[in-house]
């Protein structure tokens, strides 16, 4: 369920018309609702009531320091992959001691960056990382939290650029050789080994996966506790799905996904950390543009929005599905035809969608990408010299730009020209 409905006929985030933003900002822009972030929060927060947790926010999903804030002041700890994320944790009010670091390879200056300004846990991918890790912690005169990703060979039965689970993929050290890292591990200085994480990729629509990766993280607590580690906590990562299309799927919901985690591991006493991002800011935002041209080719029309590959990249990375809706609600009855939607860059795979049934649209109309909150903004480039696309906040009947538009000078005078030149 999101805030973004039809009222009056015109598409709202909450209480505020999508005209009005795109009269105040331009086209194109993101924009999210607090009122859905707040409620996937508390979704999440709620499935795992009774027991000991921390639903730590992957900042990758959607990382505007406003979201970060909102968040956290719902009492969201943050999972960051980068010391770019961590400092943007940090600048949006995030304490140290909430922030998780992930992530498959982060440099000394990284982890000296998350040491110095604390951090609650690293979560070591692999050894030369360890060994890495405890000389800069060392160095510091600090010790340091620390969980292992374990990779539980466990098919996540999704797309496979972001499964992250199989023993073929880059992520963690294989289950089989856990005993050995962690007695490296805590014989290393710098070192405080306090859990172990697992992560097994994104966008899951089952909860098997996750229960096989459970399983064996509950036999390997068990396994790791009897050579005299004390695991406290289970860092369990992302992933759960969310429905892309209004009719057909339905994912495992957050209340489900607790109940699973409460059976296979809730005997361990261990706290749980979870990483979501998609499932909290996924469908709490929406990318809305305008029709620049309507144009009819060889058997099809192709409908050529101010949006493009740069701003919402999904559908030509991982041919994503989003739902793409008139913000003008189109009169009941009223007959659909077959589009192919594009942008304005210059290659084919600028196309959002082919043949996507849509009602009657003309330029100048305003159209929605649902769905477009997690992995949109974040990953949207200067691709062509096009600025990145605005970020808007909505809470009830206000809104606030949490990121502008940049100004083409803004982007051309971040070049510099050499001397010689
Ligand atoms: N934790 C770790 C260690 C991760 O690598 C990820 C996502 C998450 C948590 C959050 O997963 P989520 O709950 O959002 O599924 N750009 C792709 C998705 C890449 C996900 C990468 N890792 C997309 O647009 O579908």
Redesign the pocket.
Request: aromatic letters at 6%; glycine letters at 22%.
């Given at each position: 369920m999101d805030h973004f409905l039809y009222r009056d006929g015109v598409l709202h985030a909450e209480d505020v018309p999508l005209p009005e933003i795109a009269e105040t900002v331009g086209t194109p822009f993101y924009c999210y609702s607090t009122a859905t972030l707040a409620r996937h929060f508390r979704l999440f927060d709620e499935a795992l009531d009774g027991v000991d947790h921390l639903v730590c926010y992957?900042v990758?999903?959607a990382s505007n320091q406003a979201i970060l804030k909102t968040l956290a002041g719902l009492g969201a700890g943050m999972?960051v992959?980068s010391g770019g994320e961590y400092a943007r944790a940090r600048a949006a009010g995030v304490p140290g001691e909430r922030i998780v670091f992930?992530?498959v390879g982060k440099t000394r200056d990284e982890m000296r960056l998350a040491l110095e300004g604390g951090v609650r846990q690293v979560?070591v991918e692999s050894e030369p990382e360890l060994h890495a890790l405890s000389e800069v912690a060392a160095g510091l005169g600090l010790s340091v939290p620390i969980a292992v990703r374990v990779n539980p060979d466990v098919d996540a039965r999704t797309?496979a650029?972001?499964a992250?689970g199989k023993s073929e993929n880059k992520f963690g050290i294989p289950i089989a050789r856990a005993r050995e890292v962690y007695a490296a591990a805590a014989a290393l200085p710098g070192i405080e080994v306090v859990g172990i994480d697992v992560?097994i990729?994104?966008?899951l629509t089952a909860l098997e996966p996750f229960r096989l990766a459970y399983r064996k993280v509950a036999e390997l607590t068990g396994v790791l506790r009897a050579d005299g580690h004390d695991i406290r906590r289970l860092d369990l990562?992302?992933?759960?799905?969310i429905p892309y299309t209004r009719s057909n799927e339905a994912p495992p919901l957050p209340v489900e996904y607790g109940a699973m985690i409460r059976e296979e591991l809730g005997h361990l006493g261990c706290e749980i950390e979870i990483?979501?991002?998609?499932?909290i800011v996924g469908n709490a935002g929406i990318l809305v543009s305008r029709v620049i041209y309507l144009k009819s080719g060889e058997g099809r029309d192709f409908l050529i929005l101010d949006a493009a590959m740069n701003d919402l990249i999904?559908p030509a990375?991982?041919d994503?599905h989003h739902d793409i809706v008139p913000v003008v609600e189109p009169t009941p009855g009223v007959g659909q035809a077959p589009y192919d939607v594009v942008g304005p860059v210059c290659e084919s795979g600028d196309t959002f969608a082919r043949g996507r049934m849509l009602p009657p649209l003309a330029e100048g109309d305003l159209v929605a990408f649902r769905s477009a909150g997690?992995?949109g903004a974040v990953?949207s480039s200067e691709y062509n010299t096009r600025p990145l696309v605005p970020e808007v906040l909505v809470n009830e009947r206000d809104f606030a730009v949490i990121r502008a538009r940049p100004t083409f000078d803004e982007m051309i005078n971040r070049d510099t020209i050499p001397e010689w030149l």
């Open positions: 992957a990758k999903a999972d992959v992930s992530g979560n797309h650029k972001i992250t992560h990729g994104s966008q990562g992302g992933g759960l799905g990483e979501p991002g998609r499932l999904r990375m991982y994503a997690a992995y990953m």
